[in-house]
Protein backbone atom coordinates (compact mmCIF):
# COMPACT_ATOMS: atom_id res chain seq x y z
CA UNK A 1 0.00 0.00 0.00
CA UNK A 2 2.58 2.30 0.97
CA UNK A 3 4.63 1.90 -2.21
CA UNK A 4 1.33 2.49 -4.35
CA UNK A 5 0.53 5.43 -2.52
CA UNK A 6 4.54 6.99 -1.81
CA UNK A 7 6.28 5.50 -4.80
CA UNK A 8 3.66 4.94 -7.36
CA UNK A 9 6.37 6.18 -10.12
CA UNK A 10 8.96 4.34 -9.47
CA UNK A 11 6.42 1.18 -8.96
CA UNK A 12 5.33 2.00 -12.74
CA UNK A 13 9.25 2.24 -14.04
CA UNK A 14 10.29 -0.94 -12.98
CA UNK A 15 6.44 -2.48 -14.09
CA UNK A 16 7.19 -0.97 -17.54
CA UNK A 17 10.94 -2.84 -17.99
CA UNK A 18 9.03 -6.12 -16.82
CA UNK A 19 6.26 -5.66 -18.91
CA UNK A 20 7.92 -4.68 -22.20
CA UNK A 21 10.45 -7.57 -21.61
CA UNK A 22 7.83 -9.92 -20.79
CA UNK A 23 5.72 -9.01 -24.02
CA UNK A 24 8.71 -9.02 -26.33
CA UNK A 25 9.40 -12.21 -25.89
CA UNK A 26 9.12 -15.44 -27.63
CA UNK A 27 6.87 -18.78 -25.59
CA UNK A 28 9.61 -19.96 -23.70
CA UNK A 29 11.82 -16.85 -23.18
CA UNK A 30 9.08 -15.66 -21.49
CA UNK A 31 8.87 -18.87 -19.15
CA UNK A 32 12.63 -18.24 -18.50
CA UNK A 33 11.31 -14.67 -17.73
CA UNK A 34 8.55 -15.95 -15.34
CA UNK A 35 10.32 -17.97 -13.12
CA UNK A 36 13.38 -15.76 -13.11
CA UNK A 37 11.11 -13.48 -11.75
CA UNK A 38 9.42 -15.79 -9.30
CA UNK A 39 12.65 -16.92 -7.94
CA UNK A 40 13.07 -12.95 -7.56
CA UNK A 41 10.30 -12.28 -5.78
CA UNK A 42 10.56 -15.44 -3.26
CA UNK A 43 14.02 -13.78 -2.69
CA UNK A 44 13.04 -10.11 -2.27
CA UNK A 45 10.09 -11.60 0.39
CA UNK A 46 12.44 -13.67 2.49
CA UNK A 47 14.95 -10.45 3.24
CA UNK A 48 11.33 -8.74 4.44
CA UNK A 49 11.79 -6.04 1.76
CA UNK A 50 9.68 -3.27 0.87
CA UNK A 51 10.51 -1.83 -2.07
CA UNK A 52 9.25 -0.73 -5.38
CA UNK A 53 10.74 -4.01 -7.13
CA UNK A 54 9.37 -6.57 -4.93
CA UNK A 55 5.80 -4.46 -5.36
CA UNK A 56 6.30 -4.57 -9.46
CA UNK A 57 7.35 -8.60 -9.08
CA UNK A 58 4.21 -9.35 -7.03
CA UNK A 59 2.02 -7.41 -9.37
CA UNK A 60 3.71 -9.19 -12.86
CA UNK A 61 3.53 -12.43 -11.30
CA UNK A 62 -0.45 -11.63 -10.95
CA UNK A 63 -0.92 -10.61 -14.35
CA UNK A 64 0.76 -13.28 -15.89
CA UNK A 65 0.78 -16.41 -13.55
CA UNK A 66 -2.47 -19.33 -13.74
CA UNK A 67 -5.65 -17.26 -13.25
CA UNK A 68 -4.29 -14.61 -11.23
CA UNK A 69 -3.49 -16.97 -7.61
CA UNK A 70 -1.63 -16.47 -4.60
CA UNK A 71 0.01 -19.95 -3.15
CA UNK A 72 3.13 -20.55 -1.27
CA UNK A 73 4.74 -23.58 -0.77
CA UNK A 74 5.44 -25.10 3.09
CA UNK A 75 8.33 -22.65 3.47
CA UNK A 76 6.41 -19.52 2.21
CA UNK A 77 7.75 -19.62 -1.24
CA UNK A 78 5.29 -17.84 -3.65
CA UNK A 79 4.90 -21.49 -5.72
CA UNK A 80 2.31 -20.65 -8.98
CA UNK A 81 2.98 -21.88 -12.35
CA UNK A 82 2.80 -18.80 -15.56
CA UNK A 83 0.03 -18.57 -17.13
CA UNK A 84 -0.61 -18.76 -20.88
CA UNK A 85 -2.19 -15.46 -21.57
CA UNK A 86 -0.97 -14.05 -24.81
CA UNK A 87 -0.78 -10.29 -24.12
CA UNK A 88 -1.33 -9.43 -20.64
CA UNK A 89 -1.36 -5.75 -19.32
CA UNK A 90 1.16 -5.95 -15.94
CA UNK A 91 1.29 -2.31 -16.37
CA UNK A 92 -1.80 -0.56 -16.01
CA UNK A 93 -0.42 3.12 -15.31
CA UNK A 94 -3.77 4.99 -15.07
CA UNK A 95 -5.43 2.52 -12.45
CA UNK A 96 -2.02 2.51 -10.35
CA UNK A 97 -1.77 6.58 -10.43
CA UNK A 98 -6.08 6.68 -9.64
CA UNK A 99 -5.41 4.49 -7.11
CA UNK A 100 -2.30 6.26 -5.46
CA UNK A 101 -4.25 9.58 -5.86
CA UNK A 102 -7.31 7.69 -3.67
CA UNK A 103 -4.10 6.31 -1.09
CA UNK A 104 -3.27 9.89 0.01
CA UNK A 105 -4.83 10.70 3.36
CA UNK A 106 -5.79 6.48 3.87
CA UNK A 107 -3.93 5.03 7.14
CA UNK A 108 -4.38 0.97 7.14
CA UNK A 109 -3.71 -0.49 10.72
CA UNK A 110 -3.22 -4.02 11.58
CA UNK A 111 -4.56 -4.51 14.59
CA UNK A 112 -7.01 -6.91 16.80
CA UNK A 113 -10.67 -6.42 15.76
CA UNK A 114 -11.76 -4.97 19.08
CA UNK A 115 -9.36 -2.38 18.48
CA UNK A 116 -10.11 -1.38 15.06
CA UNK A 117 -13.64 -1.34 16.05
CA UNK A 118 -12.57 0.92 18.86
CA UNK A 119 -10.44 3.32 16.62
CA UNK A 120 -13.81 3.24 13.59
CA UNK A 121 -15.96 4.45 16.32
CA UNK A 122 -13.68 7.26 17.33
CA UNK A 123 -13.11 8.29 13.96
CA UNK A 124 -16.73 8.35 12.54
CA UNK A 125 -17.68 10.41 15.94
CA UNK A 126 -14.55 12.52 14.71
CA UNK A 127 -15.75 12.71 11.20
CA UNK A 128 -19.47 13.03 12.79
CA UNK A 129 -18.93 16.59 14.90
CA UNK A 130 -16.36 18.21 12.22
CA UNK A 131 -19.61 18.00 9.90
CA UNK A 132 -21.78 18.79 12.79
CA UNK A 133 -24.03 22.24 11.87
CA UNK A 134 -23.63 24.87 14.92
Known sequence: MKIIRDGVSDLIDVLQMLENEYLTADTDTRKTIYYRNRDSF???????????????????LNRTCFNGLYRVNRKGGYNVPQGSYNHPTICDENNLRAVSDKLQNVQIICCDYKLSRELSIQVHSSISTRHTVR
Not at 47 to 60: D, I, K, R, V, Y
Request: no cysteine; net charge negative.
Open 42 to 60: NALKAEQSASAELAALFLF
